[in-house]
T-cell receptor, first 112, second 114 residues
């Protein structure tokens, strides 16, 4: 069964810093990987999706990379802002693409 | 228009009661999911349906019974509620067979069992 791990569990940075969130998975036979953001008491907002054949995706200040062979993905956030404070979740979809598994998330705090 | 909508948003009920949570998606997706988010915020898959057919049942107690009347709806019925069922339940949908398919989530239903 696919297991997804996110490191660190929590991260606090001053505004303006660049930062990297990590996601690792045990089964490299994936369909795609999706990064989400969750604000307290809210639902999940999709940030980026990387197909299994892709190496990276970019959206604004966000860049997600995928190294399928090593079972890793990173989410890079450039020039962080207080509004980026949230929990970031990665989800991996296996070849049975009805099976989407989450990591425990990284709680990010960006201090003004 | 809300892509994935769940009702109710909040549900407070007593132990032993039976309750239902409804989910509807208007994205034309063929796959729907139920996830449970516990107090530690971990999202755990409970069920996955594809075209009204149960695909994944992740060792969930049989007090939980999903029902999919059509591929746009996946409802969750819970019998004999227990304190440990208190959590936020999320419904999601996606389209199978496409590498670039994103999953979309509802806003969640916060269930409190007292």
């Amino acid at each position: 069964k696919q297991e997804v791990t996110q490191i660190p569990a929590a991260l606090s940075v001053p505004e303006g810093e660049n930062l990297v969130l990590n996601c690792s998975f045990t089964d490299s036979a994936i369909y795609n990987l999706q990064w989400f953001r969750q604000d307290p008491g809210k639902g999940l907002t999709s940030l980026l999706l990387i197909q299994s054949s892709q190496r990276e995706q970019t959206s604004g200040r966000l860049n997600a990379s995928l190294d399928k062979s090593s079972g890793r993905s990173t989410l890079y956030i450039a020039a962080s802002q207080p509004g980026d404070s949230a929990t970031y979740l990665c989800a991996v979809r296996g070849y049975n693409n009805n099976d989407m598994r989450f990591g425990a998330g990284t709680r990010l705090t960006v201090k003004p | 228009d809300t892509a994935v909508s769940q009702t109710p948003k909040y549900l407070v009920t007593q132990m032993g009661n039976d309750k239902s949570i409804k989910c509807e998606q208007n994205l034309g997706h063929d796959t729907m999911y139920w996830y449970k988010q516990d107090s530690k915020k971990f999202l755990k898959i409970m069920f996955s349906y594809n075209n009204k057919e149960l695909i994944i049942n992740e060792t969930v107690p049989n007090r939980f019974s999903p029902k999919s009347p059509d591929k746009a709806h996946l409802n969750l019925h819970i019998n004999s509620l227990e304190l440990g069922d208190s959590a936020v339940y999320f419904c999601a949908s996606s389209q199978s067979g496409l590498l670039n398919t994103e999953a979309f989530f509802g806003q969640g239903t916060r269930l409190t069992v007292v």
